[in-house]
């Protein structure tokens, strides 16, 4: 148990449906990171958000926003689905100090678009 | 452009086999290099190399750095069915806390 926790950890809805998925970092840990994994894919970085400011995008799409709550708890905002947009949501986090770059990963949200 | 890459990108070997997993890299003001493992399910951390030559160790998994040449190794001895998965490479950089992810090898052990 890496410490981050993802709701839901389920999630079937319809195209052109909006969805918000959670993510609760390790206790401690200020920098939450966002990825998206596709079927047999590699992990695309989506966003990157640190003590409630964001820090950097990667391929995250328009119709995607998240943001960081005071309590550091982050939400990832899917508005608009198509198809395509099902995969499994990853979020990560990682520590203040020496050890910034090791990110801990939470269990995955897998989206199915219908 | 920084770029990591691994090879191979699947490998199939037979329980009892040691394995050896390359990755290289290229980029900007390197601070570290991770290897994560991942079945079917979240990636899980393994090791984290900052030094050259210094190998890290965990049970039956090994690791280590070179970066005159811009590369690590992941050893594998001994393997097991369980060792079978994706094995995930990614390096940071000064300049940034992201990770640059490369596209993982596949891991089979048959029986």
């Known amino acids: 148990d890496s410490g981050v926790t993802q709701t839901p950890k389920h999630l079937i809805t319809a195209t052109g449906q909006r969805v918000t998925l959670r993510c609760s970092p390790r206790s401690g840990d200020l920098s939450v990171y966002w990825y998206q994994q596709s079927l047999d894919q590699g992990l695309q970085f989506l966003i990157q958000?640190?003590?409630?400011?964001?820090?950097a995008k990667g391929n995250i799409l328009e119709r995607f926003s998240a943001q960081q709550f005071p309590d550091l708890h982050s939400e990832l905002n899917l508005s608009s689905l198509e198809l395509g947009d099902s995969a499994l949501y990853f979020c990560?986090?990682?520590?203040?100090?020496?050890?910034?770059?090791?990110?801990?990963f939470g269990p995955g949200t897998r989206l199915t678009v219908l | 452009e920084d770029k990591v890459v691994q090879s191979p990108l699947s490998l199939v070997v037979h329980e009892g086999d040691t394995v050896t997993l390359n990755c290289s890299y290229e980029v900007t003001n390197f601070r570290s290099l991770l290897w994560y493992k991942q079945e079917k399910k979240a990636p899980t951390f393994l090791f984290m190399l900052?030094?050259s030559g210094i190998e890290k160790k965990s049970g039956r998994l090994s690791s280590i750095l070179d970066k005159k040449e811009l590369f690590s190794i992941l050893n594998i001895t001994a393997t097991q069915t369980g060792d079978s998965a994706v094995y995930l490479c990614?390096?940071?950089?000064?300049?940034?806390?992201?990770?640059?992810w490369g596209a993982g090898t596949k891991l089979i052990i048959k029986p």
């Open positions: 958000y640190y003590n409630g400011e964001e820090r």
């Open positions: 990560a986090s990682s520590a203040r100090g020496a050890d910034t770059n090791t990110q801990y």
């Open positions: 900052t030094s």
């Open positions: 990614a390096v940071s950089m000064d300049s940034n806390y992201q990770l640059i």
